[in-house]
C-alpha cells in the first residue's frame, strides 16, 4: 500500500517557497507551505505532516526556535526536520542539529541534492514508523497470548 508523503516547507521568502514545492510537487509529495515558525506550528497542529523543510532565517520566531518547539511537543517531536538555509557558519549547521534537525542544507542548494536527502529522510521516517507499528502489535500479540494462557489456567484450576 502507498500512501501520499505531506512536507511542510516554511520560509519567509515567497520565491524559495514556489521554488521547492515545486521540486517537490514534480516527485509527487503533498506540500503545506508557511512563511512563519506561527503558522507553521499551526499546520503542524492540523495536518499529518511527514518531514519539514524549515528556514532559519524568519521574523518573530527563527527555525531553530521552530524546531525546538516540535522536539518538545510529543506529536510532532518524530518528525524529521532539515534545515533549508543560507546560515553557512559552523556554529549554526551545530545548532540545527542540536536543536533536533536531521539534516542541514545550505542555499543556494541544487535541486537533485534537495530531492536526495528528502528521499533518503522520508524513507527513514517510513521505516521507524514501520518498525514501531511492528513492536507496538508484537506486544499487543504478547499481552492477548498472556491473557489467553491465564485464562486457560482458571479453566483448568477453578481455585485459582
Known sequence: MTRDIHILVVDDNQENLRVVSNYLK??????????????ALKILESDPIDLVLLDIMMPGMDGF???????????????????????TETEDIVKGFQTGGV????????????????????????????????????????????KMMLDFGKLLDPCK
Open 26 to 39: 514534480e516527485n509527487v509529495y503533498k506540500i503545506a507551505l508557511a512563511m512563519n515558525g506561527r503558522d
Open 65 to 87: 526556535e521552530v524546531c525546538l518547539k516540535m522536539k518538545e511537543n510529543k506529536d510532532f517531536k518524530d518528525i524529521p526536520v532539515i534545515f533549508l538555509t543560507a546560515k
Open 103 to 146: 539534516d542541514y542544507i545550505t542555499k543556494p542548494f541544487r535541486k537533485e541534492e534537495l530531492l536526495a536527502r528528502v528521499r533518503t529522510h522520508i524513507e527513514l521516517k517510513l521505516m521507524r514508523d514501520y518498525f514501531k507499528n511492528q513492536a507496538e502489535e508484537s506486544k499487543e500479540s504478547r499481552n492477548n497470548m498472556m
